[in-house]
């Protein structure tokens, strides 16, 4: 497995990472048992990153991914988000990244991970009534008193990196990278590359919508991708017109649709890590294989004719949830 090193003082990481949101939360039912199996496959096939949040069916999925890593802990980079409040039905209730909230929050996940550190840790969206540099004090002082190794953001603004970077050290950004989430390639990764932070980039197949296997009919009730405009009515449709263009150039290279949407973000840059969300054995499988995959300039110029920058149908959020991006300001 190659690695990569998260910015200019972040830790070493596997070249891909694994996102285990769906495991718990989200993306309707899930197997605990297939879960934990692929858990296990991804670090014995390397992986190393593996990417939760606290929030993540309330705390469900950092219990799995501590059960999957008794006795190999040592193995793993476990990367927490913190900071989103939900309710009792699920319902998303706001932001709380206030200093005493931080140390709360990252006591409860140690807890539940059963580990005495986080290798890094992040808010999951800027609170707009916190000062950034506050939020990053408080973590500053969890990884002074060793529970916390390094820091992380999530899906902020070059603005807001700039004053986090002057309270202390930023590992990477963690932001939304997909041939058809585009959005960050502008200011936001100049200033990454400005400051030495690194990127793992999440939904590199944008919710599955670009893997190859998606297909109309397959949102369940409990999937929470069906209030996503890009999920809806005739935008639906122009996107998957989308991914049968780009299975054409797939086809040609002898790869998988979700092998060369992944391959593409990796081939970005050394700094960036890709993130895939694979619930299955044979998702991970077709993922990991995607490393192997060698993206020439005509390879690229390909890509880029067959899904043009900013052709998408839709925002990646609804307008509420637009609304609390700071990265799309």
């Known amino acids: 497995m190659e690695t990569r090193t998260l910015g200019h003082i972040g830790p070493d990481s596997s070249a891909l990472g694994l996102g285990c949101m769906g495991m718990s939360d989200l993306y309707g039912p899930a197997d605990r048992d297939e879960a934990l199996a692929t858990i296990h496959a991804a670090m014995d096939a390397g992986v190393t990153l593996l990417d939760t949040g606290d929030f993540y069916g309330m705390g469900h999925n950092e219990m799995l991914i501590a059960e999957a890593l008794k006795g190999k802990r040592e193995k793993a980079l476990i990367s927490v988000k ?16 206030r200093p005493e909230a931080v140390k709360t929050f990252a006591a409860y996940s140690l807890k539940r991970l059963g580990t005495d550190h986080i290798d890094i840790y992040r808010p999951a969206r800027l609170d707009p009534k916190v000062p950034i540099e506050d939020t990053i004090g408080a973590i500053a002082d969890l990884v002074k008193e060793g529970h916390v190794r390094h820091i992380g953001l999530s899906e902020v603004g070059a603005g807001t990196m700039r004053r986090a970077a002057a309270v202390h050290p930023i590992a990477d950004l963690q932001i939304e990278y997909s041939l058809i989430s585009r959005g960050m390639e502008d200011a936001i990764l100049s200033t990454c590359r ?19 296997h998606w297909t109309k009919a397959a949102l369940g009730q409990t999937d929470f991708r069906g209030t996503g405009p890009r999920f809806q009515a005739e935008n639906l449709d ?55 995959v060698v993206l020439d300039a005509g390879d690229l110029a390909d890509i880029e004719k ?5 052709v998408a149908a839709g925002n990646r959020y609804n307008a509420h949830g637009m609304a609390s991006l700071d990265s799309e300001r």
Request: aromatic fraction near 6%; charged fraction near 20%; proline fraction near 3%.
């Open 194 to 212: 400005e400051l030495g932070i690194g990127i793992t980039a999440f939904r590199v197949l944008s919710r599955g919508l670009i893997s190859g």
């Open 306 to 310: 067959a899904v043009p920058k900013g």
């Open 238 to 292: 122009r996107n998957l017109a989308l991914v049968e263009t780009l299975r054409e150039v797939a086809e040609a290279k002898g790869v998988t649709v979700a092998q060369i949407a992944i391959a593409w973000v990796a081939a970005q840059g050394e700094d960036i890590v890709p993130l895939v969300g694979a619930r299955r054995r044979d998702r991970l499988a077709e993922a990991v294989a995607s490393l192997d």
């Open 82 to 97: 913190f900071g989103a409040m939900r309710g009792p039905s699920g319902s998303w209730i706001g932001y709380d990244a």
